[in-house]
């Protein structure tokens, strides 16, 4: 299925869903990074199919957003669709043991490294959350360090400094904790310990003096959420090596790195293990699924074995667990991870050939199924301080004019492409921005 090449028609419809959703929705939305600045309001959407996003007015739109990431598979992905029929035959069981959770944390676990024992819960920032739980319990210490320009969901533990403002971040090398949401009680940022990615020597001294009191060091193997800034040279061994000798607990969140490289993951791309590591967005095919997981002796902290209590009603419910079967059993095919290759080695190129012809200056950074695109950058950056210069109005004319040529997307760090692209959507696409950046580059 592809798009047309004609413009998208508009009725007032959107509008008007967007005017009754403010009446009875907090804000209009159900999550507030849906609001598209380019728009003024949510995509409102109507349905997916395969790479194709359609409106409520019926036009159809390559999709770079897939989800947030979670669409890997594309929209409706047919085995998707069997494994969630088949978990409504068995009566949408909810609150029960089957084996199919065994077999997929099985799955998991013979796919990523770190991930002897796994556990189940619904969205990314519920699991990073007791990623952090599991490594206190387990170590008998309370800080955490993060990094800034890492984001690991909102919850009140690690939402700091994920995208600080520049003039309010501090100094380079010793960032303040930013909050990145009000109702934080202000004596919970003396538990976090914000630092700059990729400086192996600041980990290093924060370690030596202070890691007696830390628990774990989180972070993204892959700052997809900065504008994809790659690990620099040997600074995931560096902080593999550190927090070993410090014995603090090391955990990858790969909720958006999970599954855009390979099968493995990243910490399987770049082969650094760590303790703990999670996942989430894509590995639940589009169903709401994420999981921490990691070595058995850590894992052993968790209930009912352990002290750190993972329970809920809603655990690893069984929609979205068949649903990771069938996006497990993708997965391992390698055509999946050649197809994808190829589209890969098709788009980024073609991108920036789009952006160099039309005069827009524009770096476009990627690795694996996801890229960013970072206007008014020149090089590639590797800190989140290089990326957060971009020009973040330009890249909203870019996105707005973008969506005029049938081409979607979000205002968003990073992007992506799903196995349901064809090589034919991405040249439609191609097309679409270049013509889009031209006209943005005209004024
Ligand atoms: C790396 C990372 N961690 C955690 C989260 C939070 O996940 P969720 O939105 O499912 O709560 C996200 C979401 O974008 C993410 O990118």
């Not at 009875?24 to 999550?31: F, I, K, Q």
Request: include cysteine; aromatic fraction near 10%; hydrophobic fraction near 40%.
């Amino acid at each position: 299925m592809t798009v047309s090449k004609q413009r998208p028609t508009r009725t007032p419809e959107a509008e008007q869903l967007f005017a009754s959703a403010k009446q009875y929705l907090a804000g209009g939305v159900t999550a507030a990074a849906r609001i598209h600045p380019a728009l003024g309001r949510p995509f409102m959407t109507a349905r997916g199919e395969g790479a194709i996003l359609y409106d409520v007015d019926g036009n159809g739109y390559v999709d770079f957003n897939t989800s947030f990431g979670a669409s890997l598979l594309g929209h409706g992905h047919p085995a998707v669709r069997r494994a969630v029929e088949r978990a409504l035959d068995m009566g949408i069981l909810c609150a029960h043991e089957t084996a199919d959770h065994v077999r997929v944390a099985r799955k998991i676990s013979e796919l990523v490294p770190s991930a002897e024992l796994v556990r189940f819960t619904g969205s990314g920032t519920e699991t990073t959350w007791h990623a952090v739980r599991t490594a206190r319990a387990y170590t008998g210490k309370h800080k955490v360090v993060k990094f800034e320009g890492h984001f690991h969901g909102y919850h009140d533990y690690l939402a700091y400094s994920a995208w600080p403002p520049l003039e309010r971040a501090g100094e380079p090398d010793a960032p303040i904790a930013y909050t990145e949401s009000g109702g934080i009680p202000p004596e919970l940022s003396e538990l976090v310990i914000v630092l700059p990615w990729n400086d192996a020597d600041v980990l290093e001294r924060t370690l030596r003096t202070r890691g007696h009191e830390i628990a774990a060091v989180i972070m993204e193997p892959v700052n997809y959420n900065s504008g994809t800034i790659l690990p620099a040279a040997g600074y995931l061994e560096a902080a593999r090596r550190l927090t070993r000798e410090h014995e603090v607990v090391l955990i990858f969140d790969e909720i958006l790195s999970g599954f855009r490289t390979g099968p493995s993951c990243a910490q399987g791309y770049y082969g650094v293990t760590p303790d703990l590591c999670t996942l989430g967005k894509a590995l639940g095919g589009g169903t709401p699924l994420s999981a921490f997981a990691g070595r058995r002796e850590i894992m052993d902290a968790v209930s009912p074995i352990g002290k750190a209590v993972h329970s809920g009603t809603f655990n690893a419910h069984p929609i979205p667990i068949l649903a990771a079967d069938a996006f497990l059993d993708e997965i391992v095919r390698p055509e999946f991870w050649t197809h994808l290759e190829t589209l890969e080695a098709h788009f980024y190129p073609g991108l920036r050939d789009a952006f160099e012809r039309s005069g827009l200056p524009v770096w476009v950074q990627s690795l694996g199924a996801r890229f960013s695109l970072l206007f008014g950058v020149d090089e590639e950056p590797t800190s989140y301080r290089q990326a957060a210069r971009d020009d973040k109005a330009l890249a909203t004319r870019f996105y707005a004019a973008a969506l005029e040529e049938g081409v979607y997307f979000h205002y968003a760090w990073h992007h992506g492409i799903s196995s349901a692209h064809t090589l034919a959507d991405l040249d439609r696409a191609l097309e679409g921005v270049e013509a889009a950046a031209r006209r943005v580059a005209a004024g």
